[in-house]
């Protein structure tokens, strides 16, 4: 190595700040000199064997990337080998910070090993009485199981299963029981009221509790409309009402009405039209709404749904299954459903015994889990999400639980492949290394947890953390939905997760 930093093989360098320019995206600075070349041929006409080792000396240092990515707050990461646990390179191993979404994998485990991979979540109707000439004599109760999957067509399907039985009325009262677990209002008290991602929960859950709404310009006004689509159908719903106001800020505001959500939207935040999902706050009944105007639509007429508890004589009339937990599981670490993770969470601690009736004592019980049986011991989550920030993790934790005896088998085939980019941020075709890992994302925070299996066969456990606590705490008292700085923080660090990667696999490549 000579003075200048630079590496010799005769005069053809190969500088570190040009390997950290094409593991950042910034433009390779590999140096030729061809008169130099020419003179080293004269000089030595056989090939000058390569030193060992010299390109993994070529590779800018783990820190040397960090600094690069010029990222404010802290950077935590840890990479091992997953065969033997044996660790690679850490940065700040044992700070605890917020998980974001990463926090799924650990409530995959809990929930897979207390529920198990083929467990289903049922919703089924049941009747309190006799069914006479297509007319049932009782109540008609639409019980949920708390199936997170739940959508509205599946309600369309549980309804047509209902006349295909014969039943055309019923006398009595229609009740939806949600009470196969506790409702709780939102999964994070700090998120802005509309975010469609923090939704209320309980045990009866249709389209994540999400409502559609859809706005149109119509001369000087907007027709407003609010749905519970599906990909089969669409019924408008009343359950969730929206207004027009004359502001600018807040864009969404909610109000509890006497039985329906009460929406008003800021004008001038419309333009000429479009389209979102908002939370529903009154779960129970949005189903009862939607399963009454299938019913009817199938040519079943029932009363207004009210919320009530089935009666313990009360006869099964028809059910729909969800899928498997397992393929559930791996549907919520691609796409990363808040309301997925709570529910199969809270099932899985009432499973284990408990009753919790609220997401922190239930996370409790997973974080104690955790740490009983990973060896979990930096560990304090305050729901299963990773939506809350007060949430903590290490990211040794993080690689303890991904080389945890049997966890491999069992989660790295549910995780999402993640792409390796090139310098320009294009898909880099024919990666040497190959990534499934759980991302997670908050304001200011970016974290990705998995493996990599490099070109010789090995297979590394990595974790990554960057976070800055103090401006997402700052960004969340301003209440923008998405604060200034926030992407660019999360681009930057998205950036460094794909550098350290591709470095990791360079260099621990056999």
């Known amino acids: 190595m000579s003075e200048d930093g630079h590496i010799g093989i005769n005069r053809h360098r190969i500088s570190r700040r040009g390997a950290l320019g094409l593991l950042l995206g910034g433009a390779a600075q590999l140096g030729l000199a061809r008169g130099a070349l020419a003179e080293g041929l ?33 950077v935590s990461f840890a990479v091992a080998d997953a065969a033997t646990g044996e660790s690679l390179e850490t940065r700040d191993p ?68 209902l006349v295909s039985a014969g039943i055309t009325r019923v006398s009595g009262r229609f009740l939806v029981d949600d009470s196969a677990l506790p409702r709780i209002d939102q999964i994070d008290g700090q ?30 006004s907007y027709s407003l409309k609010m749905d519970a689509r599906a990909t089969n159908h669409a019924p408008d719903v009343r359950i969730s009402h929206m207004q027009l106001a004359s502001r600018d800020l807040p864009v969404f505001d909610h109000e509890p009405g006497k039985g329906r959500d009460e929406w008003t939207v800021a004008r ?34 029932l009363p207004q749904g009210q919320r009530g508890t089935m009666p313990a004589d009360a006869i099964e009339m028809a059910r ?8 559930i599981v791996r549907d919520m670490l691609k796409y990363s459903t808040n309301l997925t993770a709570e529910v199969i969470g809270l099932a899985a601690s009432r499973a284990r015994g408990g009753a919790p009736d609220t997401l922190a004592a239930s996370a409790g019980a997973m974080s104690a889990w955790a740490r009983e049986t990973l060896g979990m011991r930096h560990i304090a989550f305050v729901d299963h999400s990773g939506l809350g920030a007060d949430s903590q993790v290490s990211v040794a934790d993080l690689v303890t639980l991904l080389t945890a005896p049997g966890v491999e088998t069992v989660l790295a085939p549910l995780m999402k492949p993640i792409r390796m980019l090139d310098e320009k941020g294009n898909l880099l075709e024919n990666s040497p290394v190959s990534v499934h890992a759980k991302t997670g994302t908050l304001d200011f925070v970016s974290n990705l ?46 950036r460094l997760q794909q550098a350290l990667i591709q470095r990791w696999g360079a260099f621990y490549a056999a």
């Open 42 to 74: 004269m000089a030595s006409p056989l090939p000058v064997p390569r030193p060992e080792g010299l390109f993994k000396q070529s590779l800018p240092s783990s820190e040397e990337l960090v600094a690069a990515a010029r990222l404010s707050g802290q």
């Open 94 to 161: 044992l700070m605890r910070l917020p998980p974001a979404s990463v926090a799924k994998t650990v409530t995959s485990l809990y929930a897979l090993e207390h529920l198990g991979a083929g467990y289903r979540f049922a919703t089924r109707v049941l009747r309190s009485g006799p069914v006479v000439d297509g007319v049932l004599e009782g109540d008609l109760i639409l019980l949920g199981g708390g199936d997170p999957t739940l959508d509205t067509d599946a309600l369309a399907a549980l309804a047509q299963q």
């Open 191 to 220: 998120q802005t009221e509309y975010a469609g991602y923090n939704p209320t929960i309980s045990g009866l859950n249709l389209n994540y509790n999400r409502v559609h709404f859809e706005w149109r310009r119509q001369g000087e």
């Open 268 to 301: 001038s935040a419309l333009g000429n039209g479009g389209a979102r999902w908002l939370p529903v706050r009154l779960p129970a009944l949005y189903a009862a709404e939607v399963f009454q105007l299938l019913a009817g639509s199938a040519g079943l007429r």
């Open 320 to 327: 729909i299954d969800s899928a498997p937990l397992r393929d």
């Open 449 to 494: 947890a998995g493996y990599a299996d490099l070109p010789d066969g090995r297979r590394l456990a990595f974790a990554v953390i960057a976070a800055d606590v103090p401006a997402r705490e700052a960004a969340k008292a301003q209440g923008a939905e998405i604060p200034k700085g926030a992407r660019s923080f999360n681009g930057r660090a998205k």
